[in-house]
């Protein structure tokens, strides 16, 4: 079946525009996470979806980025005025909640450079 | 809190020969454990996870990983490697009972030579 999908692949903006990543999960699955990846680093949580609420936005860096997902399935990372340390490779995961663990299932990552 | 170390951060070795990728954890709560891998140009993919009972855990492509509590250790090996092989390994942890978010260490990029 389908895996986790990230659009786009790779984004390229300017230092203080907005942009806007996009996770499609896999089917199903009610948890959604979003990680970043900088140069040469492991990823580091941001932020966890149990269905359509924030579980946990402890990784959030401040208050430049928000993350959605209204309606329990695809999830948009949003960062305001981006600076050019947002840099990074932005990972999609998901899981079900089936039972006391489940698998992350990761997508390929959305690439953001900010000159 | 928890954290992950990784203490090589790249590890060279020949085709055929055995490798030994060290990851140490530290948390006050119990933990699950895992190794995922990361080929060029693709996404995480787990290559094994320590959840409970035996220490030692077996995954794909002939990779293994045991579990030492009292060292908090859980060392990825594998006998004999193969070009394929060369990658990036990423330890990581999440708390039991918790959301499952993962933290990984720094990552360990393994090169296979000829």
């Known amino acids: 079946g389908a895996g986790v999908s990230q659009t786009p692949s790779n984004k390229v903006t300017e230092k203080g525009k907005y942009v806007e990543l996009r996770c499609d999960p896999i089917?199903?699955?009610?948890?959604l996470y979003w990680y970043r990846q900088s140069l040469g680093q492991g990823p580091e949580f941001l932020i966890y979806f149990q269905g359509t609420g924030a579980a946990d936005d402890s990784g959030l860096p401040n208050d430049r980025f928000f993350a959605v997902r209204p309606e329990g399935s695809v999830s948009t990372l949003k960062i305001q005025r981006t600076e050019r340390g947002d840099s990074a490779v932005y990972l999609c995961?998901?899981?079900?909640?089936?039972?006391?663990?489940?698998?992350?299932?990761f997508g390929p990552g959305t690439r953001l450079t900010v000159l | 809190a928890q954290s992950v170390t990784q203490l090589d951060s790249q590890v060279p070795v020949f085709e055929e020969a055995p490798v030994e990728l060290r990851c140490n954890y530290s948390s006050s709560v119990s933990v699950y454990l895992f190794w995922y891998v990361q080929y060029p140009n693709q996404g995480l993919q787990l290559l094994l996870k320590?959840?409970?009972?035996?220490?030692l855990v077996k995954g794909i492509n002939g990779f293994e990983a045991e579990f030492n509590k009292s060292q908090t250790s859980f060392h990825l090996r594998k006998p004999s490697v193969h070009i394929s092989d060369t990658a990036e390994y990423f330890c990581a942890v999440s708390d039991q009972g918790g959301s499952e978010k993962l933290v990984f260490g720094k990552g360990t990029k393994l090169t296979v030579n000829p």
């Open positions: 995961a998901s899981s079900s909640s089936r039972g006391s663990y489940n698998e992350q299932f």
């Open positions: 089917s199903g699955h009610t948890a």
């Open positions: 320590y959840l409970s009972g035996s220490t």
